[in-house]
Nanobody
């Protein structure tokens, strides 16, 4: 399974970005699609995830500002990021969990929020 993430870039504080991540290859059942991020000098952290039941979880720091969604027909997960803050600056990674078939990571896309 290959994951191709896109949509990162430079934005001013208060602005918005939309990240996309498309899965391709030998795709079976996908249970969870998620976005993680890693800021410079910090550990990778979960930002948001969406289960195949459409249940979603968010990190407290992004709740109310970010929205995760998935298009199962396109094997794509999105992250709509609004009201961005400088502390949201990080490399964002998509992740898919296929249960016993394993988990897969995208290559990362850089989001930079200027103050």
């Amino acid at each position: 399974v290959q994951l191709q993430a896109s949509g990162g870039g430079l934005v001013q504080a208060g602005g918005s970005l939309r990240l996309s991540c498309a899965a391709s290859g030998n795709i079976g059942r996908i249970y969870v699609m998620a976005w993680y991020r890693q800021a410079l000098g910090k550990q990778r952290e979960l930002v948001a995830r969406v289960f195949n039941s459409d249940t979603t979880n968010y990190a407290a720091s992004v709740k109310g500002r970010f929205t995760i969604s998935r298009d199962n027909a396109k094997n794509t997960v999105y992250l709509q990021m609004n009201s961005l803050k400088p502390e949201d600056t990080a490399v964002y990674y998509c992740n898919v969990d296929q249960g016993v078939s394993g988990t897969h990571w995208g290559q990362g896309t850089l989001v930079t929020v200027s103050s």
